[in-house]
């Protein structure tokens, strides 16, 4: 790594930084043809994939960063006397049982014993109805899963959503999908299922052997995956909407026993929730009636094992890191033990660490001033709304109006989760994540049927990442991500705006994206646009939904972006760039960011260095296809090289010309906010 003259990024000196970093560039790529390379060519040789990494990239550099700070913090908390049975004594036992490899390998498969051997031991076809809901309190997924969601006709109130699960793959593209690089997953998948059927011994337990285990189980699955929405349906609020009744359910699914599984849930007054994918819940109640008990039992053993196989011996974490890590991901090895352990700790008490973390590592006056570039974001959206020419006057104020009420969140919560509930102790690592599990699933059902709580938040505050929410129309700031190279004070703000100025544009955009769009300043999914305006958005959006599917993003195995599901995500960088841009010109007029040229950059060129930087990174083969089949998403280098040439801002400030690689046309970009 160059110590030389410019070395010296992000640390401190009198005036202010251009906030970007010269060593991140490759000056031999040409800007106009490759951004990415020119930008972030430099970042990716000097950091190259490590084995344990599947992408490294910005935002990966702050997580681990953020995972070290967090190790200081669980060392300093370990190292005094704590109460017991405090948050901190909690914190200090937990991380240590994680971190105890000598008990975890004497206990091999102990700890998942008496689960297995719950479910070894049903008779009936009732007790293997009723087994959903016991597995579901445990945090154990089958079938379909549970959440308290916003009431989408009102959102001051929260109901339970039943939603398709159950799949050890994920995806139903997975199971049904024949290709090359899909029947290697399958193998694998099988693979890993043998050997940990085996491992825990639920073979014996069920005198079956792993082998025909395993078959049963995948079969079961392939039959789920079939009923699976896909998960474009998925993104339609209104096709994931069927709010009834439980007894209008109980007529599409008898076999599951509705009334019975919410009465297990302690949901007992539940009168009415939203069936995200009602056909979906019939197949499982074909399922029930129809598969061989031994089956359906085997897959509730497998869904034990799966969830429980990180937080047991080594035997288990090996298995399951072959397939989920290295076959889907290309990873060439685990994340180091006390990595996962404090993954683990965050999972089962993360405000406490983030209350922690906030205290040692979140200034306020970086509060003070996110406060103002939201408000500056803001206005420049607002201004784009009333200048747009695709749509009239009563979609605009609307629109506006919806603006205005946008909600924000910055830096922490108001108040602290309670964890008194929790216990923690030594007997397993697993038994903890039960309780934690446990201890959740109560919280979460806690808040079923109840009004909407407008101070929580999504996010722990440690978290390297932003939201919105549409049903509560508020945006969300970690403190995780208000740190270089998103957000430097010591910078001049041109590298701001462009960095965690566009992460607050996304998010403001987020609620005018195609499915943002369709809910109202209340968070209500209600049709606030007049017909003619709504059909320019779609006419428009389809534009950007072209343009990156026809991006190839892998040549073997041959891979295109999905620009229908990435759709969200991508309107909301083309507009968090333009909005930031706009309030970046607002802040130059005023003389709050410096006209001048620096590090031979102009502010606005010093702006989209920025943008780039946040998305620099080196990724895997295998990832590329993991994070274009799950991921909403574009990958970095096509949030830069695919998001750009649409920004005629950055067309101009680059002075990028016909012919150049950077370059669409200008009727081709899309036009929204
Ligand atoms: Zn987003």
């Keep these: 790594m160059a110590a030389g003259l410019f070395a010296a990024c992000g640390t401190r000196s009198e005036a202010p930084t251009s906030g970007v970093c010269l060593d991140n560039l490759d000056t031999t790529a040409n800007p106009v ?12 040789a000097s950091h190259p994939l490590d084995a344990e990494h599947s992408r490294y990239g910005t935002f990966d550099k702050l997580g681990e960063e953020n995972v070290e700070q967090l190790q200081g913090i669980i060392k300093e908390v370990s190292a005094r006397h704590n109460d017991a049975g405090s948050s901190a004594d909690k914190v200090a036992t937990l991380y240590n049982i994680a971190m105890d490899s000598v008990k975890l390998q004497e206990q091999g498969a102990e700890p998942i014993q008496n689960l297995l051997k719950e479910v070894a031991s049903i008779q009936t076809r009732e007790q293997m109805v009723s087994q959903i809901a016991k597995l579901h309190m445990y945090g154990i997924g089958s079938f379909f899963g549970i959440f308290n969601e916003a009431n989408p006709d009102n959102s001051k109130m929260q109901i339970a959503w039943l939603y398709q699960g159950g799949l050890g793959m994920g995806d139903r593209d997975y199971y049904l999908v024949n290709d090359d690089k899909n029947i290697k997953f399958r193998k694998a998948y099988k693979e890993m299922m043998n050997t940990e059927f085996a491992l ?3 073979d014996k337990l069920s005198a079956l052997p792993s082998e025909q285990l395993t078959d049963m189980v995948y079969n079961l699955e392939t039959r789920m995956a079939k009923a699976h929405y896909d998960k474009l349906v998925n993104r339609d609020p209104y096709k994931t909407k069927h709010i009834m009744s439980v007894s209008d359910a109980d007529k599409l699914a008898p076999n599951v026993k509705i009334r019975d599984y919410f009465d297990a849930m302690t949901l007992t007054s539940l009168e009415q929730f939203n069936l995200c994918q009602p056909e979906y819940l019939t197949e499982v109640s074909n399922i029930l009636a129809t598969e061989n008990v031994e089956t359906v039992k085997a897959y509730y053993a497998w869904n034990i094992i799966r969830t429980a196989s990180s937080y047991l011996s080594d035997e288990f974490v090996n298995a399951s890191f072959e397939y989920y890590g290295r076959i889907r991901s290309g990873r060439e090895q685990n994340r180091p033990r006390w990595k996962r352990a404090i993954g683990t700790v965050e999972g089962a008490l993360g405000e406490v660490l983030g209350q922690l973390y906030c205290e040692k590592y979140f200034p306020q006056e970086n509060k003070k001033r996110m406060v103002t570039l939201v408000e500056n974001l803001r206005e420049a959206l607002a201004q784009r709304i009333t200048n747009a020419t695709w749509m009239d006057k009563e979609t605009k104020d609307k629109a506006l109006d919806k603006l205005n009420g946008v909600i924000v969140k910055i830096g922490y919560p108001d108040t602290w989760r309670d964890y008194s509930g929790l216990e923690i102790k030594d007997d397993s690592y697993f038994a903890n994540v ?7 699933m109560q919280y979460m059902l806690s808040k079923i049927d109840k009004p909407t709580d407008p101070t929580e938040w999504l996010m722990t505050p440690q978290t390297v990442n932003a939201y919105y929410n549409p049903t509560t129309n508020e945006i969300c700031f970690p403190a995780g991500i208000l740190q270089p190279p998103f957000f430097d004070v010591k910078a001049d703000d041109a590298a701001n705006y462009g960095a965690i100025g566009v992460v607050i544009g996304h998010e403001l955009t987020h609620g005018f994206d195609d499915q943002g769009r369709q809910y109202d300043k209340e968070g209500n999914l209600s049709d606030w646009w007049k017909e003619s305006d709504a059909e320019n958005f779609k006419k428009n959006a389809k534009v950007l939904a072209d343009f990156f599917s026809s991006i190839k993003v892998l040549d073997e195995p041959e891979t295109y972006a999905n620009g229908e599901y990435t759709l969200g995500e991508n309107i909301a960088d083309n507009g968090g760039l333009h909005i930031s841009f706009l309030a970046m010109q607002h802040a130059i007029a005023k003389g709050q960011v410096s006209s001048d040229v620096m590090d031979g950059f102009t ?5 989209f260095l920025a943008y780039a930087a946040v998305w620099a990174s080196n990724i895997r083969d295998a990832e590329i296809v993991n994070r274009t089949i799950n991921d909403v998403h574009a990958l970095g280098r096509w949030r830069v090289n695919g998001t750009l040439p649409h920004v005629t801002e950055f ?23």
Excluded at 33 to 44: P, V
Excluded at 603 to 607: G, H, K, L, M, V
Excluded at 652 to 668: L, T, V
């Design 434 to 440: 039960l309780r934690s599990n446990v201890f959740d």
């Design 200 to 202: 825990a011994g639920y």
């Design 603 to 607: 502010p606005e060129q010093r702006f």
């Design 651 to 673: 067309v101009e400030s680059w002075n990028i010309q016909p012919g150049n690689g950077m370059f669409i046309a200008p009727e081709d970009r899309v036009m929204l906010w």
């Design 33 to 44: 043809d490759d951004f990415y390379q020119y930008a972030c060519g430099g970042w990716m």
